[in-house]
């Protein structure tokens, strides 16, 4: 616990409350380790060598007072040659006191121009590595935490315990920190920010390991963190990168967490104990951990906006992000962006014994070892509105099936178009419900995959009573969908969804249910998943029910209307819309016509084109910017109207184009410079794009076993008069087939020799 009585503070100061934007004279003090002057800090040539004694200097000084620090490495205590590093010295930090702000970042006396200040080109680093013998690089995460060569690192590089708003730190490298001790000792390896409102802008934290809070431990506090970076950080328990505990609300804007780890939970963040928080435009990037690889909640509120989470993983519970609670805190989603996250359980979110609001956040291409591609839902009631759940997974690899898209007989290809779909995963493709209710309203389920049941969704809920009195929605557990999308799914056995055991009933209204297999079948089932109440809802094979259809949706490969689908305007006629949710998952207001759509999607057209208006706005920034029939955009061969229904393909990327008969040492994918292998198209190519392979033979390393990294990619022969060949000579299969898994993947005019 933290207690003030066991924070090492040299000095305590009155609070002068002097802001920095009323500050017309405030002093400047140099610090720069090169200088040769006088070190006294007045300038550049007379800039103090250590950083512990500019900061003794503000001390004294009238306030508001700015310390511009130049390029170098700078420790909390600088021990004489031979010395030992005490316990005592390792307590040492960098104090940093109210009114009072560092920059750092400048070139320095060794520059023609020591006020030139780039962050990123000048590292002003902060540093706990006392003795200067860290290994430059480490093997094990867990090195920066128990190494040898560690253990005479600083507890805390900086130390914040300042209640007001008046210190800032701006372009500083903060490393080398260990909080590998006991009491307080044990938080905040980078800095340690206590009952404080610190502003930290363009700030690294790089290399620095903790018990909890590896970069920065934030304690009942609201600091704000702009534009900050944190890198390979090390908690032996939680939080890899920031750690929040108890009452405050930080701020986390435009930050980037990259390799952050922790032993427990919260491989880069971590809130708990009553944390608010607010977490917009921030970035995490394979981060691990066994629980939570990106990010904890542990009874605790925080709102993450506009956030992207790819390819964190967890060993066991929710590759992107954990929430767990038995309190009233409930965290928000909003906006945010889960692709490639895996964990054992909940590809990208596990939530357990929780409220949670998920809304408008897109889940693609996150997987399960077991269960839940996408989310694990365990005694939770979360509410998911206006979500895209496309090509999540949950098992391993089991075969591939394929079935054509609803318009091949209309489109141009010789062989017809196929959509490739591998089986994949255990039990719910994109969510399992485990003795839980949650609410899924406006939301699109397209080309999940699971191994065994529900390739969509898996519900399930014991046959006897369960003693619900710890939970605050007592006896909910039967899943609600409403106005969703369930298509083009697949599993073993309930393509669309499976309920299992007696007490799985989950309710459907204004839902489409179609083009969902059963891979072990072979065959498109009526939609095979009992238990089910449903209404007003169109479902293959028919399903009994008030208002129920069963025709063709005519739907694009990620589940969204064609301008002629008879889901538009066919809904609920009693439907009224929702003040809470009156948006479909396009964020388009529902019910533009007489009555609302079936699904997910409900389908507007200003313009009357056949392009929906959120399509051309995506991609056009227009409601009014595509020609239906037009390709000038891209020049891949396809009008825009076959790249939204078709191949649900990018009409405004460029063509990457491969040839095999004339490599180019500058390869790069152009027409003028391609590239001499397949793999090196798939490698360069995003979602949607267009290949062009030239006739020739492709054989050898890059042209077999080829990995498609689960993108959704149109390979085609330039020329329809001569063959595009892939030759395995043996040494393995074309596709790596695992790699295509919830991947739409057209290949037109090649040739596949063994």
């Not at 960098?94 to 060794?110: E, H, M, P, W």
């Not at 694990?376 to 090509?391: A, I, M």
């Not at 697949?490 to 839902?511: F, H, K, R, V, Y």
């Not at 085609?716 to 060949?725: E, G, L, S, W």
């Amino acid at each position: 616990m933290i207690a003030m009585n066991r924070i090492y503070l040299p000095i305590m100061l009155g609070l002068l409350f002097v802001t920095l934007a009323s500050a017309a004279n405030e002093k400047i003090i140099y610090v720069d380790d090169d200088a040769v002057g006088k070190n006294d800090g007045t300038s550049w040539l007379n800039a103090f060598r250590f950083l512990q004694d500019a900061l003794a200097n503000a001390n004294e000084a009238e306030k508001p007072v700015e310390i511009r620090v130049a390029q170098g490495i700078y420790k909390p205590y600088n021990p004489d040659q031979g010395e030992e590093i005490t316990l005592e010295r390792r307590e040492q930090s960098f104090l940093i006191i109210s009114n009072v702000t560092i920059k750092g970042g400048y070139a320095g006396v060794d520059n023609t121009n020591p006020n030139l200040r780039d962050h990123r080109l000048f590292h002003t680093i902060l540093s706990g590595d006392l003795s200067g013998n860290d290994p430059s690089n480490v093997t094990e995460p867990n090195d920066l935490y128990a190494h040898e060569t560690r253990q005479d690192n600083a507890y805390h590089v900086v130390l914040i315990n300042q209640p007001d708003e008046s210190v800032f730190l701006d372009g500083l490298v903060i490393s080398g920190g260990n909080a590998n001790g006991s009491d307080n000792a044990h938080f905040g390896g980078g800095i340690l920010i206590i009952e404080s409102y610190p502003s930290l802008t363009h700030c690294i934290f790089k290399a620095n390991a903790a018990d909890n809070g590896a970069g920065v431990f934030s304690y009942q506090s609201s600091p704000h963190l702009q534009g900050c970076t944190f890198d390979s950080g090390y908690a032996e328990f939680r939080g890899g990168g920031f750690s929040s505990q108890g009452p405050g609300k930080p701020n986390l804007i435009q930050c980037i967490f990259t390799d952050n780890n922790a032993n427990d939970a919260g491989g880069a963040v971590h809130f708990f104990q009553g944390s608010g928080g607010y977490v917009k435009d921030c970035t995490f990037v394979q981060n691990t951990a066994h629980f939570g690889g990106g990010a904890l909640s542990f009874s605790a509120c925080p709102l993450f906006q506009d956030c992207r989470f790819e390819n964190n993983s967890a060993d066991v519970r929710g590759g992107a992000v954990y929430n767990v609670t038995k309190t009233e805190f409930i965290p928000e989603f909003y906006g945010c962006h889960f692709e490639a996250n895996t964990a054992e359980k909940g590809g990208a979110f596990y939530n357990e014994s929780i409220s949670v609001t998920i809304t408008s956040c897109v889940f693609e291409r996150n997987h399960s070892g077991q269960s839940g591609g996408a989310i694990y839902n365990d005694h939770s009631y979360p509410v998911v509105n206006r979500c895209t759940f496309l090509g999540n997974t949950a098992g391993v690899f089991a075969g591939y099936n394929v079935f054509p898209g609803p318009r091949k007989l209309e489109h141009d290809l010789d062989p017809p178009l196929f959509y490739v779909f591998p089986g994949y995963g255990p039990d719910g493709g994109a969510i399992y419900n485990y003795e839980c209710g949650p609410t899924m309203l406006n939301s699109a389920f397209a080309l999940n995959c699971a191994q065994n049941l529900g390739g969509a969704i898996f519900n399930y809920a014991p046959r006897y009573e369960v003693p619900w009195s710890n939970f605050q929605q007592a006896g909910k557990i039967k899943p609600h969908l409403v106005n969703c999308t369930l298509w083009g799914n697949i599993a073993a056995w309930g393509g669309d969804m499976w309920n299992d055991s007696g007490n799985a009933e989950p309710n459907l209204t204004n839902c489409i249910v179609w083009s969902n297999l059963e891979f072990l079948s072979r065959r498109t089932p009526r939609a095979s998943f009992r238990g089910t109440n449903a209404s007003h809802s169109n479902i293959e094979g028919g399903w009994p029910g008030d208002g129920n259809i069963n025709t063709q949706p005519l739907l694009s490969p990620h589940g969204y209307l064609y301008w002629d689908s008879p889901c538009i305007d066919t809904g609920d006629p009693n439907f009224v819309t929702d003040p809470n949710y009156p948006k479909d998952v396009h964020n388009e207001e529902r019910k533009v016509g007489q009555h609302i759509d079936i699904g997910a999607d409900e389908f507007v057209d200003s313009d009357g084109d056949g392009l929906p208006d959120w399509w051309e706005m995506r991609y056009f920034n227009s409601i009014e910017g595509a020609d239906p029939n037009d390709d000038s955009f891209d020049g891949d061969g396809l009008p825009n109207i076959d790249e939204y229904e078709i191949f649900a393909s990018n009409p405004i990327s460029a063509p990457i184009y491969v040839d095999a008969n004339t490599p180019h040492s500058k390869a790069d994918g152009t027409s003028t410079f391609p590239f001499s292998t397949i793999q090196q198209a798939l490698d360069a190519a995003n979602n949607g794009d267009t290949i062009f392979v030239e006739s020739g033979i492709y054989a050898g390393v890059g042209n077999y076993n080829l990995d498609f990294h689960h993108k959704s990619l149109i390979l085609q022969n330039t020329d329809k008069n001569a063959k595009v060949i892939i030759d395995c000579n043996g040494l393995g299969r074309a596709i790596e087939p695992t790699s295509t898994a919830g991947a739409n993947v057209l290949l037109e005019g090649f040739t596949i020799e063994w």
